[in-house]
C-alpha cells in the first residue's frame, strides 16, 4: 500500500481524538461529491469527527472541494477495499464511517451515528439505503441485488445480521485488531472483514436515522462484469481461506448457487416498489452473472478479479 499524499485539509496532529472519521472513497473520473460533502460539514460537529477523501481515481486532485475541514489523500490505482483499507489507516477516530459519492447522507444521518456511538462504542452500524437513481429496469434490479435488505423503511431499531458496504460505521479498534493482516493483504473486503468481526463477538446495530439516498445509473454490461469478477473474488478468497473439505463442498455445490442466489435476491426485493416484470427479469440476469462468477472463483481461483473490484 503506497504512502499517502496529503493534498489538503487538517493536520493529522489533533488536540482531542474525534469520535468518528468519515472515509468518502473516490474510484470514477466522474465521481461528483459536492453533496456529499455540504450534508457533512459545518460547526454543529466538528469537533467530534473528522473527514478523510480517498482520492483512487486515475488523474487525482481535480474536481475537489477546498473545504479546510476535509483531509485529501491521493491513492491512485487501488481498487475499491484497499482505498477503503488506506483511508481507514490514516484516521485517528473510535469509528470509521464509509460513504461514496453515490451515497448522499440524510440530514440525521451524522446526529444518528453520534448518538448510536455514545452508548453502542463497540458495535458496528448501518442504516437504510433508498434508491434516488434512474428510472430504467437496469437500475432497479441493480439497486434491489446489491441494497435490498436495505432498501425499506423497516421500522425497528437494534440488531442486524449485515452492513450496507457503503454505509456502515465500524470500531476501528476491534477492525484492526481482529482484521488488520487481512486488510493489510486484501484490503477493507467488506463480506470477509464483517465475517471475522461477527466472529470476534462485534453487533451490528440497524439505526434507522443513519439512511443514505443512492444515486445510480449504471451500464449494463459494465455492472454484469464488476460483479462476475466480484464474485469471482469472492468465490477464490472463499475457498483459499476454506478447509480442504470445505473447499470442495463449496467446488461440489456451484450447480446450486444460482438458485440461492436468486432467492435470496428475490426474497428481498418481492416487497419493493421498485420491482416490476422488467426489473424482474434483469434481477434473474444479475443473479445469473454472480453465480458464474462464484462458480469460477470456486474452480479456478480469483485469478485477477480482486484487483477490478469497483
Known sequence: ????????????????????????????????????????????????????????????????????????????????????????????????????????????????????????TEAALTGPVFYEGSSSA????????????????????????????????????????????????NGLNKPFVQQRLQNGGMPIRFAQGMAINLRTNHSAGEFLKTRFHYARCFGGMRCAQATTIKAWVYRIGTPVIPLLVMYKAFQRATANPLLDVASFLWLAGISFAWSLGEAVGYWSGSGKSCERLY
Open 1 to 120: 500500500m503506497p504512502e499517502p499524499e496529503q493534498i489538503s485539509g487538517k493536520n493529522a496532529a489533533m488536540k482531542t481524538q474525534p469520535i468518528l472519521s468519515i472515509v468518502l472513497i473516490l474510484r470514477n473520473p466522474g465521481d461528483e461529491i459536492d453533496g456529499v460533502c455540504t450534508s457533512l460539514v459545518g460547526d454543529a460537529h466538528k469537533e467530534e469527527i473528522e473527514i478523510i477523501i480517498v482520492d483512487g481515481r486515475p488523474e487525482p486532485k481535480e474536481g475537489l472541494p477546498s473545504y479546510d475541514d476535509i483531509t485529501v489523500l491521493s491513492a491512485p490505482g487501488l481498487n475499491m477495499p484497499h482505498l477503503k483499507a488506506f483511508g481507514a489507516a490514516q484516521s485517528h477516530a473510535r469509528s470509521i464511517a464509509f460513504l461514496e459519492p453515490k451515497g448522499v447522507p440524510t440530514a440525521t444521518w451524522l446526529t444518528t451515528i453520534l448518538h448510536e456511538l455514545h452508548d453502542h
Open 138 to 185: 437496469f437500475d432497479r434490479a441493480a439497486f434491489l441485488f446489491e441494497y435490498g435488505a436495505f432498501a425499506r423503511d423497516y421500522g425497528f431499531e437494534g440488531e442486524a445480521p449485515e452492513l450496507a458496504g457503503n454505509n456502515m460505521a465500524l470500531p476501528s479498534s476491534l477492525l484492526f485488531t481482529t482484521c488488520g493482516d487481512f486488510i493489510k493483504k
